[in-house]
């Protein structure tokens, strides 16, 4: 009884009460429309969609037409997939749209998802074919298709040219020595004042230390489930990685350092290099965020120099799609949403906000391809595969990882020693 | 007391008993069947016997969370102990603006523990924060609580201290206060030094209100999250996990359900122990409220 | 001997310094930042001449709205959580004061215990519970939470309030033909009103302030003023200090005032909640 009270207050029946402050409440701008669309997702799936810019919102229109405001909640990656699971398994959930990265859905978690292929039948979104099937495929489990894939993440190498020139450095690296080398030059006092990191890399993403592994031919755990198939090429990376803290050219927050963080420091001038998804670089020049619009720019990841030539970098690729929890309410409404953001002109426009897109056909458009990354995102793209393939522990296995690479990057574990703890307390999870 | 009168109290009673019962003692009972078997999303509980007690007691993660616990309980609790007990004989032996000065030492216990923790991320940020500065331009070593695991404890146990230090000062204030003024005047007659009269009149007399407000305090510190989950969300590499972390880590980001609520049975058995003293002096005080 | 007065003069006023920065420097520091101009709230050595400015409260009301939602939630839970602890802990103490026999002594003993447990030990049984019934993410949730956790603390506090309100006026009343819950009324709770107002203000600052149980059994709908101020934390960008700093104020200056008007009632309640319960 008294909880049907309790969950029929919402911020609009309470305006109706005209308790105190509601008339300042009632000013917002979001208050004023009739239903609400509530998504769960990290930050920068709000950002590419332009949302609360005024002209640049590539969803106005949508929302006028659905007479429906978008509420959106946002976190960190990790915590983000916690929470959407989270949600999933309750009765019902609020959420009506969540965003997924394409290594967590396992069979237990995809069947807490909506399958999609009803919908597409019932509704179809926009020249489907022309979303990348191998995104598709990401998205499909057991023969059924559980998200609408919205973002892809290459990872790429970006650098400030401009503190490159200020150090003498004319040319970007084109090999991992190279590149550490150039990271300990940038290790510096710039002529703004500003201390400058060689390179700022987050801590809690297992991307990073893979993409060093992979550098010298290794890897987390493959595609095919293999752990360490290169035990040596993940101690070299590690090795790498510690050299670089230990000098500086890493910064001493390295342990707290969060992607956000790679973003606003590369904006500030604070750091030289990062490696982050190509699709940043829009976000990284921003006239109005960034200190240094323009001399901002991206390269494939650099391989090292014994396999240079020799094998392709293997760089990765993350990614997202859009999915509805099955308990959710008005699905009808999150079908609508999905439809609208997979849309030609909404991927576009997301593509020129800094979203890695998902149509074949937005790479040919004149105003996208004048996008200086462009060119560079597709060809790593050919060779860039996932950092680790989905499986029922992979949190807690992205989790005993991060914890040995940290403790070898911070110089309290030998790293052969963090390696095969690695191996030794990854390989059950694996098995179980 | 007649047990009709019992029966015509028990109205008065029953809705704190049923809060009590249905939101704490019964769910805290529940855990213990969880803790016996091994459960995630979308998978039936299988019995598996005291086999998740053993895991996390052989868990190399959580014999570090228990012992970084311990160390904030232990270090925290002791220090704001000194600093409160300074603060009350400070304040016992005549302050001007004494009340002033009271609600300013109380302002931190209005504080949220995530405003707290905004704040003091802020001050101490190893690139701009202001306190980071000032200890700089002194030529002191900063505070290099997000690399260093053990300058973030020191940092989580300042930040515990701040906040609780109203509490623990108010207690030995108060118990201060209501020290008679005649046994110092006595003391003082019979030739006793202001030490002295410390040692055989405040020690001796405020000694229970110390043990009260050390147990309240180990007690509540022990449960430690939000301070630890806001700083630093447990690392660098989980180095600075405290108990509760680990159990939220257990049950919502790795949902093993099992292992936490084996990890929650151990918390509350540690508490009990923990408390085990203190309900025996308020036993005392219990029985002597009958009269 | 003067100079030893003077040095003791010294001493204190130097330590009463040392406790008045340790204890407002935080809390003044963050409240100037929120009105600080965006590159002042960086400026090394710290700027306390600035021009002030709102403009990072514009951002939060323009950028934020959900924070301002948070702050309506947080007000509704807070008020009715009070009201909750307040009536049933009034009753129980009642009870406490006026009876005595084995039976009540062992559930006072057992309230005491129960407050031993860690809040977060509860949240593992209740998630699935509260999802089964359909609370998840309601009001009533954090309402009921937060009283409990504050009852047994409450009903001893009121026990202790109560027992010093002459029993001859209770019996007076029932004389005059008044039933229990009249004399509790009419009598008790009029001249326990500091024991209520010493448990109110545990149970207000407790609520407003509240992360955990926020954190796990709200989502949308009943998100607290806390909660969103953490993913504001969890999602800056580096130049959002201000923002954060402003939505902490408006957060914090409720619930300080509130103490500082009600500051005997909190040193009543922490003096007599700590040897009693």
């Not at chain 1, 489990?141 to 003498?168: S, W």
């Not at chain 1, 390269?299 to 993350?318: A, N, W, Y």
């Not at chain 2, 009673?13 to 805290?28: E, N």
């Not at chain 3, 004061?97 to 002594?105: A, D, I, P, Q, V």
Request: some cysteine; overall charge neutral; charged content about 15%.
């Amino acid at each position: 009884m008294s909880d049907k009270v309790f969950t029929n207050i919402t911020r609009r029946g309470f305006l109706g009460t005209s308790l105190g402050g509601a008339a300042m409440l009632a000013a917002g701008p979001s208050f004023a429309v009739g239903k609400t669309l509530n998504v769960l997702s990290h930050k920068v799936h709000q950002t590419v969609l332009g949302s609360g810019s005024g002209d640049g919102d590539l969803l106005k229109d949508w929302r006028t037409g659905n007479d429906a405001e978008i509420v959106w909640t946002t976190f960190d990656s990790n915590p983000l997939q916690d929470r959407l699971f989270r949600e999933a398994s309750l009765n019902t959930t609020d959420f009506n749209v969540g965003y997924i990265v394409d290594n967590r859905p396992t069979k237990q978690i995809a069947a807490m998802f909506e399958p999609l292929d009803s919908y597409l039948e019932k509704d179809a979104i926009e020249d489907f074919g022309d979303i990348a099937p191998g995104l598709v495929q990401g998205m499909t489990v057991d023969g059924k298709l559980i998200g609408i894939p919205v973002r892809h993440a290459t990872q790429g190498l970006f650098y400030n040219e401009a503190l490159l020139e200020e150090q003498g450095i004319s040319a970007p690296p084109t090999t991992l020595e190279e590149l550490v080398e150039q990271a300990q030059k940038l290790t510096f006092t710039s002529k703004a004042g500003t201390p400058v990191a060689g390179m700022v890399l987050a801590s809690d993403l297992a991307v990073f230390p893979v993409m060093f592994a992979r550098a010298f031919g290794g890897d987390f755990i493959n595609a095919k489930f293999e752990l360490l198939p290169n035990p040596e090429a993940m101690e070299k990376g590690l090795t790498v990685l510690r050299k670089m803290f230990e000098s500086g050219a890493l910064p001493r927050s390295y342990a707290t350092t969060k992607n956000d963080d790679q973003v606003t420091w590369l904006q500030q001038g604070r750091a030289a290099f990062t490696v982050l998804p190509f699709a940043r670089n829009a976000q990284l020049n921003n006239k109005e965020q960034s200190k240094f619009p323009g001399k901002i720019k991206a390269i494939e990841f650099p391989i090292s120099s014994d396999l240079k030539g020799k094998v392709p970098m293997s760089s990765i690729v993350e990614a997202w799609g859009m999915v509805i929890p099955a308990n959710s309410k008005d699905k009808e409404l999150s079908w609508k949403f999905i439809k609208e953001v997979s849309s030609k002109r909404v991927t576009l426009g997301m593509a020129r906000n800094g979203n890695g897109p998902v149509r074949v056909s937005t790479y040919a458009d004149q105003s996208f391809v004048n996008n200086p990354v462009a060119a560079v995102e597709a060809e790593v793209l050919k060779n860039a595969r996932g950092a680790f393939p989905p499986f029922p522990e992979a949190a807690r296995a992205q989790s005993i990882f991060l914890e040995e690479v940290q403790l070898a990057v911070l110089g309290r574990k030998e790293i052969k020693e963090a390696v095969a703890s690695i191996a030794t307390r990854v390989k059950p999870l694996l098995q179980a | 007391m007649r047990l009709n009168k019992i029966t015509e109290a028990l109205p008065f009673l029953a809705p704190v008993q049923i809060l009590i019962l249905s939101v704490i003692v019964i769910p805290s009972l529940y855990v213990v069947w969880l803790s016996l078997n091994a459960s995630s999303f979308g998978q039936s509980a299988t019995f598996v016997g005291l086999d998740n007690y053993i895991r996390v007691l052989t868990d190399p993660a959580f014999l570090l969370a228990l012992g970084n616990t311990v160390l904030i309980v232990i270090f925290a609790v002791h220090l704001e102990l000194a600093l409160g007990l300074g603060m009350a004989l400070l304040f016992a032996s005549g302050l001007p603006f004494r009340r002033v000065l009271l609600v300013a030492v109380l302002a931190p216990y209005a504080v949220s523990e995530v405003i707290a923790v905004a704040m003091w991320r802020f001050l101490f940020d190893p690139d701009v924060g202001p306190v980071t500065a000032m200890l700089t331009w002194l030529g002191l070593p900063m505070l290099d609580w997000s690399f260093e695991p053990s300058h973030a404890l020191i940092m989580i146990g300042l930040l515990t201290i701040w906040l609780h230090l109203p509490f623990t000062f108010i207690i030995l204030y108060a118990a201060r206060l209501a020290i008679p003024k005649d046994l110092y005047e006595a003391a003082r007659i019979d030739g006793a030094t202001a030490f002295d009269a410390f040692r055989r009149v405040t020690i001796p007399l405020l000694g229970p209100a110390i043990v009260v407000a050390l147990l309240f305090r180990y007690i509540f510190a022990f449960r430690i999250f939000s301070e630890v989950w806001l700083m630093t969300q447990g690392g660098p590499a989980r180095s600075t996990e405290v108990v509760a972390v680990y159990l939220y880590q257990e049950a919502f980001s790795f949902n093993a359900f099992g292992t936490a609520a084996a990890t929650a049975w151990i918390m509350v058995l540690a508490s009990l122990l923990l408390a085990t003293g203190y309900v025996f002096l308020l036993r005392k005080q219990v029985a002597g409220n009958v009269h | 001997m003067c100079t030893d007065k003077l040095a003791i003069g010294l001493g204190k006023t130097v330590a009463v310094a040392v406790i008045l920065v340790w204890s407002l420097f935080p809390i003044t520091f963050i409240l100037m930042s929120s009105f600080k101009p965006g590159q002042d709230i960086f400026a090394v050595p710290p700027k306390f001449v600035f021009s002030p400015t709102i403009q990072h409260y514009v951002e939060l009301w323009n950028g934020w709205g959900v924070f301002f939602g948070g702050l309506l939630n947080s007000t509704i839970i807070t008020a009715g959580a009070t009201v909750l602890a307040i009536t049933t802990s009034t009753a129980a103490g009642y009870v406490y004061s006026r009876y005595s026999s084995r039976m009540l002594n062992a559930s006072v003993m057992f309230l005491i215990i129960v407050r031993l447990i860690p809040p977060i030990v509860v949240t593992l049984p209740l998630f699935p519970i509260i999802n089964a019934i359909g609370l998840n993410d309601t009001h009533i949730v954090l309402m009921v939470l937060y009283a409990t956790f504050f009852v047994s603390l409450g009903t001893v506090l009121m026990r202790t309030f109560i027992d010093q309100i002459p029993r001859e006026l209770d019996e007076a009343a029932q004389i005059d033909g008044a039933g229990r819950l009249t004399i509790l009324r009419r009598v008790i709770v009029p001249l326990a009103a500091p024991g209520i107002l010493a448990v109110a203000v545990f149970v207000v600052v407790f609520a407003w302030n509240e992360f955990l149980f926020a954190f796990i059994f709200t989502a949308t709908r009943a998100k607290t003023a806390p909660l969103v101020i953490s993913e504001m934390i969890g999602s800056i960008d580096g130049v959002d200090w201000g923002v954060l700093f402003a939505a902490s104020t408006v957060q914090l200056i409720p619930v300080l005032l509130f103490v500082i008007f009600m500051n005997r009632y909190l040193v009543a309640g922490l003096t007599a909640g700590a040897t009693k319960g």
